[in-house]
């Protein structure tokens, strides 16, 4: 397993009115973090909130290409991210969701306590397959075809890679000492955004080259 020290880039916030960060995604234009109760817009490079959608946010927020998904207690609410209308809702896994992601048409949903990741198929919420992780799991992404998440346990908190059929990790990113990760998504390439938990930021993360 190859390991590293994270290099954390960039800080945004923390930001008005948002006590904590859990999800965190990226639509290509903005970064969106649930900040409790509410979904809101930080644009990466002012790093100002632009836009707010009155959606209980408390954990994982994923984005497919055209709708928003957020974690609202034991709900996965889709959002029309223009008006801020939820257009549909399914059951969340049973047994406290955590991050989430979208990819290969699928949502990607972390379970923390449980050290689980479920594909969730987007319609009906029905669990696909599981893969067992080997820590708490928070924020999850998908890099192409890399399986990454975060962990927050013990206040240590590290972004892995893993065989998204094993479960092994194959790779490893080492927080900072006190420095959690309660939310993550990619921006596609070589950047992880991180959600801060209670301290109310955004880090950025770069992946290490191989």
């Not at 954990?59 to 257009?87: C, M, N």
């Not at 689980?116 to 799991?137: C, M, Y």
């Not at 890099?143 to 065989?163: A, M, P, Q, Y």
């Not at 998504?185 to 801060?196: I, M």
Request: contains cysteine; hydrophobic residues 35%; glycine residues 12%.
């Amino acid at each position: 397993m190859k390991r590293s020290a994270a290099h954390i880039s960039r800080e945004y916030g923390p930001f008005p009115e948002v006590s904590e960060v859990a999800g965190v995604s990226y639509d290509g234009t903005n970064i969106w973090i649930a900040a409790g109760d509410s979904m809101k817009a930080v644009n990466p490079e002012s790093g100002a909130i632009v836009r707010s959608l009155d959606v209980p946010a408390h954990a994982g927020t994923a984005y497919d290409g055209k709708h928003l998904f957020q974690l609202s207690g034991d709900r996965i609410q889709k959002v029309d991210p223009e008006s801020g209308r939820v257009v549909a809702s399914i059951p969340a896994p049973e047994g406290g969701a955590s991050g989430m992601a979208w990819a290969e048409g699928s949502l990607w949903v972390g379970q923390h306590r449980r050290r689980k990741i479920h594909q969730v198929d987007p319609d009906s919420g029905k669990i696909l397959r599981t893969i067992e992780a080997n820590r708490f799991v928070t924020g999850v992404t998908w890099v192409g075809k890399e399986l990454w998440h975060g962990t927050w346990e013990e206040e240590n908190s590290d972004i892995r890679r893993i065989d998204p059929q094993s479960g092994e990790v194959l790779e490893l990113i080492a927080m900072p000492d006190g420095i959690v990760v309660s939310g993550l998504e990619s921006d596609g390439g070589d950047l992880f955004f991180c959600g801060g938990g209670p301290s109310g930021k955004v880090r950025t993360v770069r992946k290490p080259k191989r």
